[in-house]
T-cell receptor
Framework: DSGVTQTPKHLITATGQRVTLRCSPR?????VYWYQQSLDQGLQFLIQ???????AKGNILERFSAQQFPDLHSELNLSSLELGDSALYFC?????????????FGPGTRLTVL | SQKIEQNSEALNIQEGKTATLTCNYT??????LQWYRQDPGRGPVFLLL?????KEKRKERLKVTFDTTLKQSLFHITASQPADSATYLC???????????????FGQGTTLQVKP
């Protein structure tokens, strides 16, 4: 158990809908990362937050947004969902924002868009 | 184009042997490289980090090498056990701008099967 929690575990929704995925980092970790893992694209970095501020951006679509709250939990919002958004979404956390840090991954949220 | 390649075919080895996994990349200049283990349906677990100025890193039965000239990393598991069976992901650490910020670019992973 990495200490990172994600809810919900599974989510099934329809195209065009909006969903929110939630992540609580390990106790003491200030940085949160979001990743998408699909069979064809592999594990793709979406976005990083550090102590409430956006730190780095990856291949995040404009339909997706994220934020980190004062209690350090983070939410990833996915809107206007398409079939291709079906994937495993992982949250990871690390103690600080900088590079060379190991990241601790949560168990993931499996999103199915029908 | 930029690519990061790991063996797409599963690696099958006998218990007790050394498993060697490769990670090759093109058109990236990583400052560091990490290896993660992923079991089916679970999140990746960090194993080792090696910086661009380091040639080799060891941790218990694990060894990683990093050759920036060949643009390759090798990941070794010695005295392999059936419990080592999993998918192993290589991740390039790419620095962004001048601040201490970076992102990880993951390979597709190699599945290792250790037979008793």
């Amino acid at each position: 158990d990495s200490g990172v929690t994600q809810t919900p575990k599974h989510l099934i929704t329809a195209t065009g809908q909006r969903v929110t995925l939630r992540c609580s980092p390990r106790s003491g970790d200030l940085s949160v990362y979001w990743y998408q893992q699909s069979l064809d694209q592999g594990l793709q970095f979406l976005i990083q937050y550090y102590n409430g501020e956006e730190r780095a951006k990856g291949n995040i679509l404009e339909r997706f947004s994220a934020q980190q709250f004062p209690d350090l939990h983070s939410e990833l919002n996915l809107s206007s969902l398409e079939l291709g958004d079906s994937a495993l979404y992982f949250c990871a956390s690390s103690l600080v924002a900088g590079v060379y840090n190991e990241q601790f991954f949560g168990p993931g949220t499996r999103l199915t868009v029908l | 184009s930029q690519k990061i390649e790991q063996n797409s075919e599963a690696l099958n080895i006998q218990e007790g042997k050394t498993a060697t996994l490769t990670c090759n990349y093109t058109n990236y200049s990583p400052a560091y490289l990490q290896w993660y283990r992923q079991d089916p349906g679970r999140g990746p677990v960090f194993l080792l980090l090696i910086r661009e100025n380091e040639k080799e890193k060891r941790k218990e039965r694990l060894k990683v090498t990093f050759d920036t000239t060949l643009k390759q990393s090798l990941f070794h598991i010695t005295a392999s056990q059936p419990a080592d069976s999993a998918t192993y992901l290589c991740a390039l650490g790419i620095l962004l701008g001048s601040s201490n910020t970076g992102k990880l670019i993951f390979g597709q992973g190699t599945t290792l099967q250790v037979k008793p």
